[in-house]
């Protein structure tokens, strides 16, 4: 197997780890949670190279605590968590205290280190529930869905993940993230969009400074087109913030976020697979998708990943490749795919051009 250290800067100070009550996080680079991305398998390929925090997609507090078994069991399975050496934090989202509290339990009782209360989702299908990132527009019934988690589960840290807020003309995180903080919040992340913008334009590092000043004694993470140590370091220093958190930048790069720990905290260089070792890492991920969803949804599933991991692998003929992999219709036939196509792949370019959440 080919494998690739990382470049080795000289080694940065250490900095204090950042403790949210009794779990201590790693190094301050974080995995961003990600609807129908951040499952248990990205979430264990991610840990295996190194990360401060993993957190799960978003959980919906009505389908966790609804009647329908077959709703349940599906959102049970985004909540799950294992023991790997990572913390992990899940993700909750409501509009309603009764459906997050009792959430927050259920979750609590699968294993949950930390809690994360979802107010920046800007997917319409979200916010036109009335919750995610429209919960910036109601304050107050935000804050009432805070009180309610956070004493469901008191002896687990609750953290929060916002934008900027809703549009230009309500820019309220540093509001809302004084009042979480005073309601038992441990930790804050935000984007540095406003919902109005979605993922468009550039995220504005700087304005999350704001919440900083408001929030000087908690933990606060900058989120929004992180992808690799420049824009990391980048993103800290505008911000103020203690750590940064990456999204779409460790899409078929599960690596990235060691890398950029390495960087630029000192951590151990990852081994950032090449030739035959991506190979073994591509079908090793697409092998635990399969695992997790069975082999009908999980050859569905893993197509997307595919897709990342060969536009970060640098192939001569990327369509040649893209027609192979997304040909195969047997998880026989994709191993055999995976094998052959990335055997040969020079290694990653890079994440340019690749918008982080």
């Known amino acids: 197997m080919t494998t690739r250290p990382t470049p080795s800067p000289a080694t940065p100070a250490p900095e204090p780890p950042i403790r949210l009550g009794g779990i201590t996080l790693g190094a301050p680079v974080f995995l961003a949670p990600m609807a129908g991305i ?34 349940r069991a599906a959102v049970r399975a985004k909540a799950m968590v294992e023991e790997n050496g990572v913390p992990v934090s ?20 699968m ?18 529930g009335l919750s995610g990132a429209a919960l910036m527009r109601e304050p107050d019934r935000a804050l009432s869905l805070i009180e309610a988690v956070v004493a469901a589960v008191p002896d687990v840290p609750v953290t929060l993940k916002m934008r900027l807020g809703w549009d230009a003309d309500c820019l309220n995180a540093s509001d809302l993230a004084a009042r979480a903080r005073d309601a038992g919040v441990r930790m804050i992340v935000v984007h540095g969009r406003t919902r109005a913008q979605f993922y468009d334009g550039a995220a504005d590092w700087t304005a999350i400074r704001a919440v900083r000043a408001a929030v000087p004694d908690l933990p606060l993470v900058a989120n929004g087109d992180v992808v690799d140590a420049a824009s990391a370091s980048a993103a800290q220093t505008a911000a103020g913030a203690d750590a940064v958190m990456v999204g779409r930048g460790a899409q078929g790069a599960p690596w990235r976020l060691a890398q950029i720990a390495h960087a630029l905290h000192g951590t151990a260089a990852p081994r950032v697979p090449v030739g035959a070792a991506l190979a ?19 050859m569905r599933v893993a197509r997307k990943h595919l897709g990342w991991y060969l536009a970060a692998a640098g192939l001569p003929d990327p369509d040649d490749a893209r027609r192979a992999l997304m040909a195969a219709d047997t998880p026989a036939a994709a191993q055999a795919a995976i094998r052959a196509v990335f055997a040969g792949a020079p290694g990653e370019p890079g994440p340019a051009g690749r918008q982080a959440a």
């Open 38 to 71: 951040t499952d248990l398998p990205f979430r264990r390929a991610v840990a295996r190279h190194g990360a401060g925090l993993v957190v799960s997609e978003m959980v919906a507090s009505t389908e966790m605590v609804t009647p329908r078994p077959s709703t």
């Open 90 to 109: 899940v993700q909750i989202a409501g509009r309603e205290p009764g459906p997050m509290a009792e959430t927050a339990r259920i979750v609590e009782g």
């Open 111 to 128: 294993g949950a280190a930390i809690i994360d209360i979802n107010m920046g989702c800007p997917a319409r299908k979200v916010t036109g």
């Open 280 to 298: 073994d890492a591509v079908a090793a991920h697409h092998d635990d998708i399969l695992q997790h969803y069975g082999a009908a949804l999980g």
